[in-house]
């Protein structure tokens, strides 16, 4: 769960200036292709968004669940 979100390649759109970052492979050729043909400007970046954490909580089932992401520093832990 949260530690296959923080390890996945990352977007992020902003307003201004009006585009698309994403990491490498965070679309396949075909996203790519749709986005732009939509008009979307991307902007691929390399360092990555690269320290994320996660938490996720289940509320039904009462379990906690958390994670860092692999690429950055930081470390996860319920305790």
């Known amino acids: ?10 977007f ?3 307003y201004l200036p009006d585009q ?3 990491e490498p492979e965070a679309f396949s050729a075909e996203e790519r ?16 968004y690269d320290n994320m954490q996660a938490i996720y909580w289940d509320r039904l089932q ?7 992401d692999p690429r950055g ?3 996860a832990e319920v305790r």
């Open 20 to 22: 698309i970052q994403h």
């Open 73 to 75: 520093i930081g470390k």
């Open 12 to 14: 992020h759109h902003q």
């Open 62 to 68: 009462n379990q906690v669940w958390a994670a860092s």
């Open 1 to 10: 769960m949260p530690a296959t979100w923080v390890a996945r390649p990352r």
């Open 33 to 48: 292709r749709r986005l732009e043909a939509k008009g979307h400007q991307l902007h691929e970046i390399r360092d990555g």
